[in-house]
């Protein structure tokens, strides 16, 4: 998959995709219907999938003082769509001077001149332009005169809930990853290096490998059962485990991270990239009156961790989540 950071600099290999357009965060069921009909129009147009996407999020620039919301990092983004088959990421940086672009210069410079876009394809509650003024009504106009197809894709429903970042973000602010795999098509995953820690872990019988969250919406703290893909390094491959999220109570933690606990492993994995999927939410945070209690409780939360990974973890969520 190629990444285009700029709208104004595109070779001919980048131009004349079908795009999906869209913020794809957490890249859930939602967003892959309507990448779907937009890799749809690609093979029907003989042309690439393209997906077009801001970064940083939009809100982050409007709103820079709001409480971390995003499921997934650049990174992460870039990999879930590079799995589903995307060819290219059009990863535009959201300025001021992009934000500033009425409608119609949105639909002229950066979908038809800029990409050359033969085709793209929105959600039914697309905005775009300044103040979000753009419709989609607007969107079919433009592509008729600048020449590109345009498909709405309907909203997508799981349960009778209809599918958006917002409820897959109060799932796991609920402690309920499983809900949230539903909505998401696969697991929720937090990715990125293993920074150094406390070493406290180790010294408990329990080596853990620490990720840090910043910048990301924080699931229910406490304890999950974890499937691990350690993506870099000798040991890359995939593991089960037992994994910390939040504050560390019983270390008087003040920076919340994601401490793993990863299952019959050996080795080092201090700045590797790890992705770390949440499958099942075990208990809240505590503090304990020992150290001999918190270990207890560690091989007590880890016993439990195996014996439900140890399940056909796709006959527990419908869409079958990696």
Same mark, same amino acid.
């Given at each position: 998959?190629?990444?285009?950071?700029?709208?104004?600099?595109?070779?001919?290999?980048?131009?004349?995709?079908?795009?999906?357009?869209?913020?794809?965060?957490?890249?859930?069921?939602?967003?892959?219907?309507?990448?779907? +009909?937009?890799?749809?129009?690609? =093979? /029907?147009?003989? #042309?690439? !999938? *393209?997906?077009?996407?801001?970064?940083?999020? @939009?809100?982050?620039?409007?709103?820079?003082?709001?409480?971390?919301?995003?499921?997934?990092?650049?990174?992460?983004?870039?990999?879930?769509?590079?799995?589903?088959?995307?060819?290219?990421?059009?990863?535009?940086?959201?300025?001021?001077?992009?934000?500033?672009?009425?409608?119609?210069?949105?639909?002229?410079?950066?979908?038809?001149?800029?990409?050359?876009?033969?085709?793209?394809?929105?959600?039914?509650?697309?905005?775009?332009?300044?103040?979000?003024?753009?419709?989609?009504?607007?969107?079919?106009?433009?592509?008729?005169?600048?020449?590109?197809?345009?498909?709405?894709?309907?909203?997508?429903?799981?349960?009778?809930?209809?599918?958006?970042?917002?409820?897959?973000?109060?799932? +796991?602010?609920?402690?309920?990853? =499983? /809900?949230?795999? #539903?909505? !998401? *098509?696969?697991?929720?995953?937090?990715?990125? @290096?293993?920074?150094?820690?406390?070493?406290?872990?180790?010294?408990?019988?329990?080596?853990?490998?620490?990720?840090?969250?910043?910048?990301?919406?924080?699931?229910?703290?406490?304890?999950?059962?974890?499937?691990?893909?350690?993506?870099?390094?000798?040991?890359?491959?995939?593991?089960?485990?037992?994994?910390?999220?939040?504050?560390?109570?019983?270390?008087?933690?003040?920076?919340?991270?994601?401490?793993?606990?990863?299952?019959?492993?050996?080795?080092?994995?201090?700045?590797?990239?790890?992705?770390?999927?949440?499958?099942?939410?075990?208990?809240?945070?505590?503090?304990?009156?020992?150290?001999?209690?918190?270990?207890?409780?560690?091989?007590?939360?880890?016993?439990?961790?195996?014996?439900?990974?140890?399940?056909?973890?796709?006959?527990?969520?419908?869409?079958?989540?990696?």
């Amino acid at each position: 998959m190629r990444i285009v950071r700029d709208y104004q600099f595109t070779t001919q290999a980048d131009r004349g995709a079908s795009v999906a357009i869209g913020n794809f965060d957490g890249v859930h069921i939602g967003h892959r219907a309507v990448i779907d +009909l937009a890799r749809r129009a690609a =093979r /029907d147009l003989n #042309a690439p !999938l *393209g997906v077009l996407t801001f970064e940083p999020h @939009p809100r982050e620039l409007f709103a820079p003082d709001a409480p971390p919301f995003r499921l997934t990092g650049t990174e992460a983004r870039a990999h879930r769509l590079d799995k589903i088959g995307v060819d290219i990421l059009y990863e535009l940086t959201f300025n001021p001077a992009l934000a500033s672009l009425s409608p119609q210069d949105f639909a002229t410079r950066v979908l038809a001149q800029g990409l050359g876009a033969r085709h793209v394809v929105v959600g039914a509650d697309f905005h775009f332009g300044a103040k979000r003024a753009g419709t989609i009504q607007m969107l079919k106009d433009f592509g008729k005169d600048l020449g590109f197809g345009v498909t709405i894709a309907d909203l997508v429903a799981e349960d009778s809930e209809e599918v958006s970042s917002t409820a897959i973000r109060n799932a +796991l602010s609920d402690g309920r990853p =499983r /809900d949230a795999a #539903a909505m !998401l *098509g696969h697991w929720h995953r937090i990715e990125g @290096p293993v920074i150094r820690g406390d070493q406290r872990g180790r010294d408990l019988g329990y080596p853990t490998a620490n990720m840090s969250i910043a910048g990301l919406h924080q699931p229910k703290f406490g304890v999950y059962a974890v499937l691990v893909d350690v993506l870099t390094g000798p040991h890359k491959g995939s593991y089960h485990g037992a994994a910390s999220l939040g504050l560390r109570p019983q270390f008087n933690g003040e920076t919340p991270n994601l401490e793993t606990y990863v299952f019959d492993f050996k080795g080092d994995l201090y700045g590797e990239t790890l992705s770390v999927a949440l499958v099942d939410y075990l208990r809240p945070e505590a503090k304990f009156d020992s150290l001999d209690a918190l270990v207890a409780q560690m091989d007590a939360d880890c016993a439990e961790a195996r014996k439900l990974l140890a399940h056909d973890l796709q006959a527990h969520t419908p869409q079958n989540p990696a």
